[in-house]
T-cell receptor, first 114, second 114 residues
Framework: AQSVTQLDSQVPVFEEAPVELRCNYSSSVSVYLFWYVQYPNQGLQLLLKYLSGSTLVKGINGFEAEFNKSQTSFHLRKPSVHISDTAEYFCAVNPPGGGNKLTFGTGTQLKVEL | KAGVTQTPRYLIKTRGQQVTLSCSPISGHRSVSWYQQTPGQGLQFLFEYFSETQRNKGNFPGRFSGRQFSNSRSEMNVSTLELGDSALYLC?????????????FGPGTRLLVL
């Protein structure tokens, strides 16, 4: 079984400041890793995913994440946030061969302030 | 190309009733997954359908069921509703049930059980 931990339930940050949203996972097998964003009253939108290859993954809206196998982490970063980045962010994992059965973290609410 | 559509968007039911939610995947997508999102339990996988067959099932009681039609549209049903079933129900579609595929989420159906 897999599990995902997002330790920070809320992260306040000023506009144009950098941000890092933390994600750690636990799994007895290798997994694929995903970050999704959810804006108020909307569904989830994929920001980026790691399947294999380079451990630094670039996604949409200027976000990137780095897969660290030894630390079982997949932290999300953005060098300069904008007000429009205010949303909830979810880290998720899926084991190879697991079909479309994502296991999600509890989410991190990013609040960007002026 | 139209996204994943879910109907209805909002629903109010009373305990003991049953409810049916509908999901139309992106055109050409044949895999549909359902997730439940609650403040307490977060995002949890319900089930996944492909070619009218259930491929994966999450840890939910038998009151939760689903089906998929030949045009890939899917419905989920919850019988004998309980207060704890109040949640946002998200549907996601992908081309095939491959764990590397991106799942595209709909806006969700918000169910309130009174």
């Amino acid at each position: 079984a897999q599990s995902v931990t997002q330790l920070d339930s809320q992260v306040p940050v000023f506009e144009e400041a950098p941000v890092e949203l933390r994600c750690n996972y636990s799994s007895s097998v290798s997994v694929y890793l995903f970050w999704y964003v959810q804006y108020p009253n909307q569904g989830l939108q994929l920001l980026l995913k790691y399947l294999s290859g380079s451990t630094l993954v670039k996604g949409i809206n200027g976000f990137e994440a780095e897969f660290n196998k030894s630390q079982t982490s997949f932290h999300l970063r953005k060098p300069s946030v904008h007000i429009s980045d205010t949303a909830e962010y979810f880290c998720a994992v899926n084991p190879p061969g697991g079909g479309n059965k994502l296991t999600f973290g509890t989410g991190t609410q990013l609040k960007v302030e002026l | 190309k139209a996204g994943v559509t879910q109907t209805p968007r909002y629903l109010i039911k009373t305990r003991g009733q049953q409810v049916t939610l509908s999901c139309s995947p992106i055109s050409g997508h044949r895999s549909v997954s359902w997730y439940q999102q609650t403040p307490g339990q977060g995002l949890q996988f319900l089930f996944e359908y492909f070619s009218e067959t259930q491929r994966n099932k999450g840890n939910f009681p038998g009151r939760f069921s689903g089906r998929q039609f030949s045009n890939s549209r899917s419905e989920m049903n919850v019988s004998t509703l309980e207060l704890g079933d109040s949640a946002l129900y998200l549907c996601a579609s992908s081309l095939v049930p491959n764990d590397q595929e991106t799942q595209y989420f709909g806006p969700g159906t918000r169910l309130l059980v009174l």
